[in-house]
C-alpha cells in the first residue's frame, strides 16, 4: 500500500500570500496518477487537480500541481479568503487507492 | 449537472448492517464507476471499492473483503453500500464519489453512519 504523507500539517498564511503544499508517497505513483482535492467544513471535498498537474474544470489557475514519482506539489499562487479549507492529495495508480492525511490553510 | 445524493444519517448497534443508498443525476449512469470512501473521526480518507453500474462487477480492497457488499439499481440510477458486522470504529462518513478515468470528479454529501450501544 502506498501511503501518502502531507506536510506541513498546518500552514497560517495571509490572503494574497503564496501556499505550497507536499504529498510525498512511500512508493512512486504510477503514471503520476495523483489528485489534490478541497475539503470544506460540511461540504464534500472538490476536485482540484487530476494526473498531478492539470487543473479540473472550473478550477481556477492560481491552483496548480506538480511533480511526479514520488514527490508532488500543490501551489495556490495568491490565497482568496475561499480557499482557507484542508487540502487532500490520493493516489489512483495503485490498489488500494489511498489518500493522505491533509494539510489544513489557516489564516494567519 | 452531475449529482449524488446519499441517503441520511444512521446509528446502529455493534454487530448490525448499514446499507448507504447514492442516487445519481446528471449523467449516464452507466459510464461510470462508483466508488465509495470513508472518514472516520480523526482519520484520513480510505477507500472502500467501487462498482461497475454497467454489469454489477465489483472489487473491494482486502480490508472489507466479506464485509462490504456494493450493489446497483440501474433503473433508478442509484448505488447502494451495505457494511455488516459494524463495530465502533465503523463510525464515520461514508461518501459515494464518480470516478471519470480513475480520479474522482463528484462526491456525494456524505452520510453520517454512528456505531454506539
Known amino acids: 500500500e502506498i501511503v501518502l504523507t502531507q506536510s506541513p500539517g498546518t500552514l497560517s498564511l495571509s490572503p494574497g500570500e503564496r501556499a505550497t503544499l507536499s504529498c510525498r508517497a512511500s512508493?512512486?505513483?504510477?503514471?503520476?496518477?495523483l489528485a489534490w482535492y478541497q475539503e470544506k467544513p460540511g461540504q464534500a471535498p472538490r476536485l482540484l487537480i487530476y494526473?498531478?498537474?492539470f487543473r479540473a474544470t472550473g478550477i481556477p489557475d492560481r491552483f496548480s500541481g506538480s511533480g511526479s514519482g514520488t514527490d508532488f506539489t500543490l501551489t495556490i499562487s495568491r490565497l482568496e479568503p475561499e480557499d482557507f479549507a484542508v487540502y487532500y492529495c490520493q493516489q489512483y495508480g495503485s490498489s488500494p487507492l489511498t489518500f493522505g492525511g491533509g494539510t489544513k490553510v489557516e489564516i494567519k | 449537472q452531475v449529482q449524488l445524493v446519499q441517503s441520511g444519517s444512521e446509528v446502529k448497534k455493534p454487530g448490525a448492517s448499514v446499507k448507504v443508498s447514492c442516487k445519481t443525476s446528471g449523467y449516464s449512469f452507466t459510464d461510470s464507476f462508483i466508488h465509495w470512501v470513508r472518514q472516520a473521526p480523526g482519520q484520513r480518507h480510505e477507500w472502500m471499492g467501487w462498482i461497475n453500474p454497467n454489469n454489477g462487477r465489483t472489487n473491494y480492497p482486502r480490508k472489507f473483503q466479506g464485509r462490504v457488499t456494493m450493489t446497483r439499481d440501474t433503473s433508478t440510477s442509484t448505488a447502494y453500500m451495505e457494511l455488516s458486522s459494524l463495530r465502533s470504529d465503523d463510525t464515520a462518513v461514508y461518501y459515494c464519489?464518480?470516478?471519470?478515468?480513475?480520479?474522482?470528479?463528484?462526491w456525494g454529501q456524505g452520510a453520517l453512519v454512528t456505531v454506539s450501544s
Open positions: 512508493q512512486s505513483v504510477s503514471s503520476s496518477s
Open positions: 494526473g498531478a498537474s
Open positions: 464519489v464518480r470516478d471519470i478515468r480513475d480520479y474522482f470528479d463528484s
